[in-house]
């Protein structure tokens, strides 16, 4: 027999929803959060053409619309990836302790790939930062977004040839796991260099161990109010932050994974078109900036 809850909880319930059903709800109360609703949901939408340049000063509203949409791709393509290969491509404490297991045991191929691994998502930071130092040195407003655009070529490539590349072996690792692990470095080191280091989409390690501190602060008890000692108090911006990241990253993995299920690597071009869409509007201000300072004349550009 399935255990019923106490009778004073079934009490306690059904006061507050008859109390709740009784009270009248003013039009002006329900106007009112109704708008709030709508303005909390548009914050949070990546709309904004400062989205992937970097400030001085971020606000958070930015940081939260870059975390929440980069750590859904990246749950996205990590849980897919995981369906198509049978490996975690970001997960590089995994990959470094499995390559020191597998040497440990004598399978020196199976540690050359788990390094391999680990070599790419390093591969792809680097050449992440090889553009954006491009970017930066030629005074583009779009080096960010150039980094996310290449990063949806790619992922076109795997969702038209996934298929063919899981056949072709490079580094003793299929070239889907080279490739996706290349993909993870890029989209890791975008959002970590955009924000300062204040967002990871791929590192839900890290993620899990913010959130704990956070709650151990904002659960502590600060029993002396003494003028002499400063109050523990959890920053509340970063709780929200990392809340909503690992939200979106397992959000973006159900996705990934019962997309890959029923569509294979075909799963990873609406990723890419939404890659596609965040790199667009940069991209396409420096164009015309670019063709205006063009047209000035005896004006060759900054170099």
């Not at 996706?180 to 300062?196: E, K, P, R, W």
């Not at 967002?199 to 959130?211: E, L, Y």
């Not at 932050?241 to 993995?253: D, E, K, M, N, T």
Request: with cysteine; proline share 3%; aromatic share 8%.
């Amino acid at each position: 027999m399935t255990p019923r809850p106490p009778r004073s909880l079934l009490r306690i319930a059904r006061r507050q929803t008859v109390r709740l059903l009784r009270s009248s709800v003013e039009p002006r109360e329900l106007q009112k959060t109704l708008r709030r609703t709508v303005h909390g949901t548009l914050d949070l939408m990546p709309l904004d053409a400062r989205l992937l340049m970097k400030h001085r000063q971020r606000s958070q509203r930015l940081n939260r619309q870059l975390a929440w949409s980069l750590a859904f791709v990246a749950g996205a393509v990590n849980a897919g990836g995981f369906m198509a290969v049978q490996t975690y491509t970001s997960h590089v404490s995994g990959a470094v302790s499995k390559a020191a297991d597998e040497l440990a045991i004598g399978h020196k191929t199976l540690a050359l790939g788990a390094i391999s691994t680990v070599g790419c998502f390093a591969a792809g930071a680097f050449f992440t930062s090889l553009l954006v130092s491009f970017g930066r040195r030629h005074r583009f407003r779009s080096h960010y977004a150039l980094s996310l655009a290449i990063e949806a070529v790619l992922l076109v490539v795997l969702g038209m040839m996934g298929y063919k590349l899981h056949q072709m072996h490079r580094f003793a690792l299929p070239l889907t796991v080279v490739l996706l692990a290349f993909i993870m470095g890029m989209h890791n080191s975008v959002v970590t260099t955009v924000s300062s280091a204040e967002v990871r989409t791929t590192h839900m390690t890290g993620i899990a161990t913010d959130i704990g501190l956070e709650l151990g602060r904002l659960f502590y008890f600060n029993r002396d109010r003494s003028k002499k000692m400063k109050e523990i108090t959890a920053n509340r911006d970063h709780l929200k932050l990392h809340g909503l990241i690992l939200v979106a990253f397992f959000g973006g993995g159900l996705a990934g994974a019962v997309g890959f299920k029923h569509m294979g690597f075909k799963i990873v071009l609406f990723l890419s078109a939404f890659l596609g869409f965040l790199a667009l509007r940069p991209i396409i201000h420096d164009l015309r900036v670019r063709t205006r300072l063009l047209r000035l004349p005896g004006n060759k550009g900054p170099g």
